[in-house]
Each structure stands twice: as structure tokens, then as C-alpha cells.
């Protein structure tokens, strides 16, 4: 054979081996429980999940194989023991339930998958991932108990919390912040440890003078009468041969809110006190456990004052060094006391709060002699940290604010005075602090009691050597990103986002500073702009959770969860609140296809929907705040423009369209009957009290009130551009400017998105004059603010006016899920490009993959690039009209090709694509 031939013929052989091979799915990103190889799993069938990828188009999974062993070797070996689910035809990627043996408390698992493509390719093996399970029962904390410093008399005892100013305890009470060690021996070599923790209100965990892992305010705040979280920590690199010593510092919390300083509610479920089991394993095969008892050693610690509100003092004099490290002199200990605790623990399965970013100083003035304020240039829910010398004993008062007053000193008025945090310096050199349990809303740091280092005065006063803010949130992975050619756009995307930051914690609070709570319409109104730009999944069950344990006997959903406080009137029953208990869960199964949380919530829609409908007369709901903070002519507060009755009804029959969905997803026939029946009954009754069919006008015809209408399907259809187009003149009417308020606007968002009318949109937020967005950077907010007008009588730190977020990523970007399918399983990309804006670009890591989307406009042309993750597929919308040249990859579009041109819809190419990457054009003629 010529040789020329042989060579070519072996260069094809490779090269279809080279396509061959590249062409092949690969498996990423294994995922139980939402998160990446965690430690504290309790559920006993967790659901696992994992990203496909590959660099062919239309590619989607069609059978798996998932190996799950109790020994990593065994999968080496390409067997499962626990769990083996052979070749399984499907093509579920995200949720999928483990169904092999019991799990074992403690117990590592190791697992791994392969997949095969619609191609009929296989994957290689994944690489392995873990996870740990928790402490599935009472008994699996081996006989720990709970300890502290002393056992508070039930006399003191504040449950609910009092928010009343009036009341007899209101500024009683102080507790001891203790420090807790216990020394132990470790004799063996480790192969494993890890401990299983939890400290109320707060705790920080040491093992031999190290501080364990990088949480900070340990653990999620819950209602405390009903249960508490644990966290779980990996320590075997922790762990040393020969002597050991944990050491745990407490701190207050919501547990125990004393009454002196500002406090939003003063509430007392006890002392502070911990539990703990560590759990060593040794390569010999034995295992060892290290409880809390009365063996362990107790007393005051150097925090002298600890308030979730009005801030914490720490006297370095009072520090005992070596007090964590083994060989300390513990004869001033004494033993821990055993006491009570909550009934219930659980694992803590959001993410922990973490510090983030560091801001340092970027202007210092002195408005007054001894008076320093330091300018860190954003407001963030944060801590103050000092570098700091002088002499022992001296104390600097450090003082936090959103606001300046006139006089230039920090301003608190307006969210609740004083809080502040003191310093007592040891003396020794420079010394660096900052809170442990406590974190605030603030720009401004005001320092009394030293001077910054470089600044001429008295010799005896310390000097400031660095002054930081440490800004912390839940660390939820950022998961999206959004910017476009409209810098005012970009700048309130970025002011929505410090806001939104700055509010997710263990909970979704309402703001950092003035209340710390659990404000529940901002969970269903702006977590639909929050799960695109953060990994929210863990933290909407944990908030799930925090209601289910809130609904009082009677179905009340209260406004808050956890509930601390039991407020009055509005402030505890309002539907737009409560209603959260129906929507979040229906939410969370949307954005990431979660079935389970469905069935653990049913119970509590239920149970919430049959108390409105208790409440109601004649079908309609004449109780609630309405729509918070709309712009009318009075102070703000309760609903001004929309009559009683609009929203809370609306929200209402949208619980009741939810339910039914649930209960047909569910399998309960009789169920989804049932509320389908009642809504209707509900819609009639909404049309016949507040619809004007010769106007085409809900109630007063406000924002609110029509937009809410159109959403939640109340509109019958033969009204419903009239309607809109109400609603639209509304806008105009009022210059392009909003009235809606907390409740309504976020629907009158998705109203006019879903009309097409985007434009409205973009002239509402496209100015800086009239209240909003715009009008607040110009009044120099660097978060989003309360209220529309940015005024300084209110939070200059708050969400819940958050919703543009969802536009900037759904409408500009176009990045939308399908309403029938989860997960963003079925993809719809559909940007609209309005006003001036020339150029976007959006990206959304959905539970299948990475989904991007640029466009570009010119005079005569429109041109994006977007990526589809494996495994899914998706309908693209181009603005074009009949005739204009539409190509993909330079490849005319047809009705006929991979990509498919579907039709021509109110100047759109709907055009359909499964997973891979696509340039479309489209040229105008």
C-alpha cells in the first residue's frame, strides 16, 4: 500500500478517535444537598445532583449510573455497597433521590456517576465527591449535655420577646459572657474528626489557640423555644498528638437581648450556654467522643456586653491569655453547670455567615475636639475592626452609622440610638479588635476616646493605627453578573445588590441595623431577583423551615419568622406577608426543581390557606399593611393608594392557584379540586367587589392595584389589555414615575416584561429626578434605601424595593425558565432591547449549567452570542420582522435546520435550540 495512503488513513483513524473523544459528555460539580461535599447531611434520603458539559450542541442526558460506597476504595474497584443504581434510562440531572441502604449517623459517604448522551455516548467516571451525614436523633449526641455559666431563673425568662417600651422588664437584665474550654489527650493517630456544635445565642470555636473554620456568628438564628441549629466542622487537622483543648466563647444573639442600649425587642429564652460532640476515629478502628458535661471548665470572658442591637464591649484587661491552649492554668475556672435547652437540634444547612469585603478609610474629618469620623465609603451590614496603641485601661468608643447629621457626627436616630462598641485596651503593643457577636448597617465610624496616629494632640491618647469595615453576609455563592452599555443601570444594579448583600443572613432581614428580622414578603417578592445573582437554595429552606415553626395553631403565618416578637394588627397578620409560607415553597421547586420541599410544606399551605379563608367575608381579605411604602399623600407607612382589601385578596387567590398546581404536582386529586373550586369562587368575588368594567379599572385604578389584578390571572381576558394599558397611562401620568410600593411593584415589573413593554420600564428607572432608583444615588445612597425618595428618617439600608434586579437579568438579559418546566430545564431567552441601552451581557449559573446571553445593537443590525447548558433546551426570541436576515454560526435560519425558525411573533423570530453555543444576526432591510 502506498505509503502516502497508509498515513492519511491513520490520521482519519485518530482523527475520528481525537472527535470521538471530544465530543463525549463529561460530569462536574457533584452536589448533595446543594452543596459541594458537605458535612452535617440529615436527610435520609438526600438528593443529589450534578452539571453536564460538552462541545456538541443539543446534547442531553439519557441514562446515569451513580455509585455510592462507604470506602473510596470500592469505587476504585467500580463498586457501590451502599448504593449502585446500575444503568438507569433518564435524563434527571438535578434532584435525584438516593434510594440505597440506611445512613449511618456520622458516617462519611463517597460516590460517583457516569452518564450516557442522547448520542449514545458514555462518559468517563466523574471524579468522586463525599458527603457526611449528621446527628440524625437525640441519642447520636452520645449522652452531651447542655452547659454554660449559670442557669437563668425562669422568673427572667422573655418569651415572646416584648417590643412594648412600657413594660416592667424592658431594661432589666444583663447575663455573663463565659468562655468555655475542656482539655483532652489524644494518644493515637487520627484518621478522622469532626464535632458536631452548636452555642446559643452565638459562638465562636477555638481548638488549641486557633479559631476552627472562617464562620462568623455561628449558628443561623431559629425560635428558640422549638429548636436550634448545630454546625459541623472537619477537625482532624486540627487535632494534635498529646494534649488538646477546645475552646468556645459565647455570645448573646437573639437568645438573650439584654435591655440596656438600643433594642428593638428585649427577649430572654436563657443564659448563654453550648453543647458539642466531637467524634475522633483512629486508624486502629476505634472511635472516642469528647461531650459537653460538667467537666468542663467555665468563666467570664474579656466581652463584657453583647447585644444583637445595640452593639458589644470587650475589655482586653480581662483577657486570659492561653485560656484555649493546653497547659493553661484553669484554677480560676470553674465547672460548667448542666442546663436547659432547646427541645430540638438541627443541622445548620444554610451557608454560614462569612466576612467578605474589607473597606478601608476614605476620608477622616473632626467635627468636634475628641470627636474622629471615619468615612469607609459604603453602606454594609459590617463589623468596625481597629489597629490600635496606648496605654492599659484606656477605652475607645467606636460608634456606627448609615447617616451624618448637620453637625457632621454619625447620625442614628432614624434606625434606633445608641449602639455602640467599646474597646478596653490591654496595653501591650498594637492591638487589633473587632466584635465577635454583633454586626451593624453603617458607612460611618465615629471614634471617641483616641486619635488617628498621624494626627497632633495629647500624648496619653491611644492612636488609631488602621481602622477597617469588615462587611459580612451569608456566604451564598454569587452565581450571576450583570452590566450593560446604561451606566445608570449598572449603578443600580450595584445598589440593589450591597442591599441585598447586606440583608441575607441566616435570614432575609429586612435591614442590619434598626429590626435584624424576618420580614417574609421579601422572600417571595425580591428573592425572584436574589436567586439570580446568589445560590439562595439552602437559605429558602432554612427560611421555609423558620415559618413552618412559626404558623401558630390556629394556620397564622406571622410576618416574621423566626417570630421573637409577636407584633400587633398588620405587623403580625397581613396575607402579603404570611402568604410567603405558600409562595416561597412553590419558588424554590421553580428555580431548582426541589418536588421535596413541596411535600414539606404542604402541611403549612394548607393549614395557612384554610385560616384565610377563614378570615375572609365573602371570599375577600379586609386585613393587612397593603402595599407597604407606596408613594401617596400622606407619611409612608400602610397602603395610601390601593383600597383594602386589593392586595390581600389578590395574594390571596394566587396562594389559592399555587395550592391548586401543588396539590396536582403532589398527586392529591381531591386537593387540587378542592382550591381550583375555591378560587374561583374568590375571583368572582374580587371582580364583583373592586372591578370597574366601564373603566376597565381595579379600586382607584392604582399601580398596585391593576398590576396585582393582571399577575395573579384575576383579569378575565377579555379586559386585559385595557387593563395594562390602564396601567401604563397610570405610569405616564405620573411622568413615567412610580407609586406602587413594596407589594406592587414587583408584579407591575412582571406585568409590563410580559406585555412586551420594557420600554415603560426603562423610562421609569432611566432618570434620576422623580423618586427612585436613579433619584436615590443622586442623593448619595450607596445601598438601596426604604423608601423610594431615599429619605434620612428611614433604613438607608434595605430590599425590599430590590425587584428591578429580576428585570435587569429576565427583561434586558433575557434570561428566563419556561413556567411549565424547573430548574430552568426549558430555557427562554427573550432580551429586549429599549431606550439606549446598546449592549447587555448576563449570566446565571442554573442547576444545569452556566447560562449566558450578549447582545449588541447597531442602527441596522442585532447580534448576540448565548450559551445553553447540556441537557436542557431552550426558545430564543430575535427582534426581527418578516424579511430581515436572520443567521446563526453565518448559517441562514430555516424551519428545517438544527436550529429551528419557529415563526414570527409581535416583531420576534422565535427560534428553537438545544444546548451549546450560538451567535445569531439578524440584519434589518
Keep these: 500500500m502506498n505509503r502516502n495512503l497508509v498515513k492519511t488513513f491513520i490520521c482519519c483513524i485518530l482523527l475520528s478517535a481525537s472527535l470521538n473523544v471530544s465530543a463525549q459528555v463529561s460530569v462536574s460539580s457533584l452536589r448533595c444537598e446543594y452543596r459541594n461535599a458537605p458535612i452535617g447531611i440529615t436527610a435520609s434520603n438526600p438528593q443529589l445532583s450534578w452539571i453536564l458539559s460538552s462541545n456538541v450542541r443539543n446534547v442531553k442526558q439519557s441514562a446515569y449510573r451513580i455509585l455510592v460506597a462507604d470506602d473510596p476504595s470500592l469505587l476504585q474497584k467500580g463498586e457501590g455497597n451502599i448504593w449502585d443504581t446500575k444503568k438507569k434510562t433518564g435524563g434527571q440531572s438535578i434532584q435525584v433521590i438516593f434510594s440505597g441502604k440506611k445512613l449511618i449517623p456520622a458516617k462519611v459517604y463517597y460516590w460517583k456517576l457516569m452518564v450516557w448522551d442522547n448520542y449514545g455516548k458514555a462518559s468517563a467516571w466523574s471524579k468522586v465527591s463525599k458527603w457526611q451525614m449528621g446527628l440524625l436523633s437525640a441519642a447520636d449526641w452520645k449522652g452531651a449535655k447542655w452547659i454554660g455559666y449559670e442557669q437563668m431563673p425562669d422568673s427572667l425568662r422573655i418569651v415572646p420577646a416584648t417590643d412594648n417600651p412600657g413594660d416592667s422588664r424592658w431594661t432589666k437584665g444583663k447575663d455573663i459572657l463565659p468562655l468555655m474550654r475542656k482539655q483532652f489527650s489524644v494518644s493515637r493517630q487520627i484518621k478522622k474528626a469532626t464535632i458536631f456544635i452548636t452555642g446559643l445565642g452565638q459562638f465562636d470555636l477555638s481548638i488549641n489557640g486557633k479559631k476552627v473554620g472562617d464562620h462568623f456568628l455561628d449558628p443561623g438564628w431559629t425560635q428558640y423555644d422549638k429548636h436550634a441549629l448545630y454546625v459541623s466542622f472537619d477537625i482532624t487537622g486540627n487535632l494534635i498528638q498529646g494534649s488538646n483543648v477546645l475552646g468556645v466563647m459565647l455570645g448573646n444573639g437573639f437568645y438573650y437581648v439584654p435591655g440596656e442600649r438600643y433594642h428593638k425587642l428585649r427577649g430572654a429564652y436563657g443564659y448563654p450556654k453550648m453543647i458539642c460532640r466531637t467524634l475522633i476515629e483512629y486508624k486502629d478502628g476505634t472511635t472516642e467522643n469528647i461531650i459537653s458535661d460538667e467537666s468542663w471548665k467555665t468563666a467570664p470572658g474579656p466581652v463584657t456586653f453583647s447585644s444583637i442591637y445595640g452593639g458589644e464591649d470587650y475589655d482586653a484587661t480581662l483577657a486570659r491569655d492561653g485560656w484555649n491552649k493546653a497547659g493553661f492554668n484553669d484554677a480560676q475556672f470553674k465547672n460548667a453547670v448542666v442546663v436547659n435547652g432547646p427541645p430540638l437540634l438541627e443541622v445548620q444547612a444554610q451557608e454560614p455567615l462569612k466576612i467578605f469585603d474589607q473597606f478601608t478609610v476614605k476620608k477622616i474629618t473632626q467635627p468636634k475636639p475628641g470627636v474622629w469620623v471615619y468615612d469607609m465609603g459604603q453602606n454594609a451590614s459590617a463589623i468596625p475592626q481597629i489597629m490600635v496603641k496606648g496605654k492599659r485601661g484606656a477605652v475607645v468608643k467606636i460608634t456606627p452609622a448609615e447617616l451624618l447629621d448637620d453637625q457632621g457626627l454619625v447620625l442614628q436616630a432614624p434606625v434606633g440610638t445608641p449602639v455602640y462598641f467599646n474597646y478596653t485596651l490591654k496595653g501591650e503593643s498594637t492591638e487589633v479588635w473587632h466584635p465577635q457577636f454583633m454586626y451593624y448597617g453603617f458607612r460611618y465610624i465615629q471614634v471617641e476616646g483616641a486619635i488617628p496616629e498621624n494626627e497632633p494632640g495629647n500624648g496619653d491618647a491611644p492612636r488609631i493605627v488602621e481602622i477597617k469595615s469588615l462587611h459580612t453576609r451569608n456566604s451564598a455563592a454569587v452565581i450571576g453578573s450583570f452590566a450593560c452599555s446604561n451606566e445608570l443601570f449598572n449603578r443600580i444594579f450595584k445598589l440593589i445588590d450591597w442591599a441585598i448583600q447586606s440583608n441575607t443572613a441566616s435570614i432575609f432581614t429586612d435591614c442590619p441595623h434598626r ?253 434620576s429626578d422623580v423618586p427612585g432608583y436613579g433619584y436615590q444615588l443622586a442623593q448619595g445612597a450607596t445601598a438601596l434605601t426604604e423608601s423610594w425618595q431615599g429619605n434620612r428618617i428611614s433604613s438607608n439600608n434595605h430590599f425590599m424595593l430590590g425587584h428591578l434586579m429580576e428585570w435587569f437579568y429576565s427583561g434586558l438579559g433575557g434570561i428566563k425558565s419556561d413556567t411549565g418546566s424547573t430548574g430552568f430545564s426549558h430555557i427562554i431567552i427573550r432580551p429586549e432591547p429599549v431606550g439606549d441601552v446598546s449592549n447587555v451581557k448576563v449570566n446565571y449559573q442554573s442547576p444545569y449549567g452556566n447560562i449566558s446571553n450578549q447582545w449588541k445593537k447597531t442602527a441596522d443590525a442585532f447580534y448576540m452570542s448565548t450559551t445553553i447548558p447540556v441537557n436542557t433546551v431552550a426558545v430564543i426570541y430575535l427582534p426581527a420582522k418578516k424579511g430581515s436576515i436572520i443567521t446563526e454560526g453565518g448559517k441562514r435560519i430555516t424551519a428545517n435546520g438544527s436550529v429551528k425558525l419557529l415563526r414570527f411573533e409581535n416583531d420576534k423570530a422565535v427560534v428553537q435550540t438545544g444546548s451549546g453555543n450560538y451567535t445569531f444576526s439578524v440584519i434589518n432591510e
Excluded at 662 to 671: E, G, H, Q, T, Y
Design 515 to 767: 429590626e435584624k428580622l424576618g420580614w417574609l414578603e421579601e422572600a417571595h417578592l425580591v428573592g425572584s431577583s436574589i436567586h439570580y445573582n446568589y445560590d439562595i437554595a439552602s437559605l429558602c429552606r432554612k427560611v421555609i423551615k423558620d415559618m413552618i415553626n412559626a404558623q401558630t395553631k390556629d394556620g397564622l403565618i406571622p410576618d416574621i419568622a423566626p417570630e421573637f416578637v409577636q407584633f400587633g394588627g398588620g405587623f403580625r397578620d397581613s396575607p402579603e406577608w404570611g402568604s410567603n409560607g405558600v409562595i416561597l415553597p412553590y419558588y424554590v421547586y421553580q428555580w431548582y426543581g426541589d418536588k421535596q420541599v413541596l411535600q414539606e410544606s404542604y402541611d403549612m399551605m394548607t393549614r395557612y390557606v384554610a385560616y384565610l379563608e377563614k378570615k375572609s367575608k365573602g371570599h375577600i381579605l379586609y386585613f393587612g399593611l397593603g402595599d407597604w411604602y407606596d408613594i401617596g399623600p400622606r407619611d409612608l407607612g400602610p397602603s395610601q393608594l390601593t383600597p383594602g382589601g386589593i392586595t390581600s385578596t389578590a395574594i390571596y387567590y394566587y396562594d389559592l392557584t399555587l395550592l391548586s398546581k401543588i396539590a396536582r404536582i403532589l398527586n392529591k386529586p381531591a386537593d387540587e379540586k378542592k382550591y381550583t373550586a375555591l378560587g374561583a369562587e374568590v375571583k368572582a368575588a374580587y371582580n364583583k367587589t373592586f372591578f370597574n368594567p366601564q373603566t376597565s379599572q381595579y379600586g382607584t385604578g392604582s399601580q398596585a392595584a391593576n398590576a396585582m389584578s393582571v399577575y395573579m390571572g384575576l383579569v378575565g381576558p377579555e379586559y386585559k389589555n385595557k387593563v395594562v394599558a390602564n396601567l401604563i397611562q397610570d405610569i405616564r401620568n405620573h411622568n413615567n414615575g412610580v407609586t406602587a410600593g413594596d407589594i406592587g411593584y414587583r408584579y407591575l415589573l412582571r406585568v409590563l416584561d410580559e406585555a412586551g413593554r420594557s420600554d415603560v420600564i426603562f423610562d421609569m428607572n432611566n432618570r
